[in-house]
Nanobody, 124 residues
Framework: VQLQASGGGLVRSGGSLSLSCAASGRTVSDNVMGWYRQAPGKQRELVASIRSDGNTNYADSVKGRFTISRDNAKSTLYLQMNSLQPEDTAVYYC???????????????????WGQGTQVTVSS
């Protein structure tokens, strides 16, 4: 599976951005998919995940502001980010796994496939 993330950019505080992640190589409809982010000097952290049945999970820091979704017909994962804050500045990575267990979602090494990352910068 190859993952290609896009949609990052520079936005002012309070603004919105939408990220996309296109999957190719094989179907990901049966995969758990997610978005991680990594800010300079910090560990990679799980932002949101979505199971094949559409069940979602969010980090506390983004609840109510970010929405993860997927279109299995297009093999594409999305992340709608609203009310962005400077602390949301990071490189955002999409990820997928067919075998991950729910208790390991926050462990980066547990995921099988990673996109190349897209930079999101929020200015104050």
């Amino acid at each position: 599976v190859q993952l290609q993330a896009s949609g990052g950019g520079l936005v002012r505080s309070g603004g919105s951005l939408s990220l996309s992640c296109a999957a190719s190589g094989r179907t990901v409809s049966d995969n758990v998919m997610g978005w991680y982010r990594q800010a300079p000097g910090k560990q990679r952290e799980l932002v949101a995940s979505i199971r094949s049945d559409g069940n979602t999970n969010y980090a506390d820091s983004v609840k109510g502001r970010f929405t993860i979704s997927r279109d299995n017909a297009k093999s594409t994962l999305y992340l709608q980010m609203n009310s962005l804050q400077p602390e949301d500045t990071a490189v955002y990575y999409c990820t997928a796994s067919r075998t991950i267990i729910l208790s390991s979602l926050r462990v980066p090494s547990s995921w099988n496939y990673w996109g190349q990352g897209t930079q999101v910068t929020v200015s104050s």
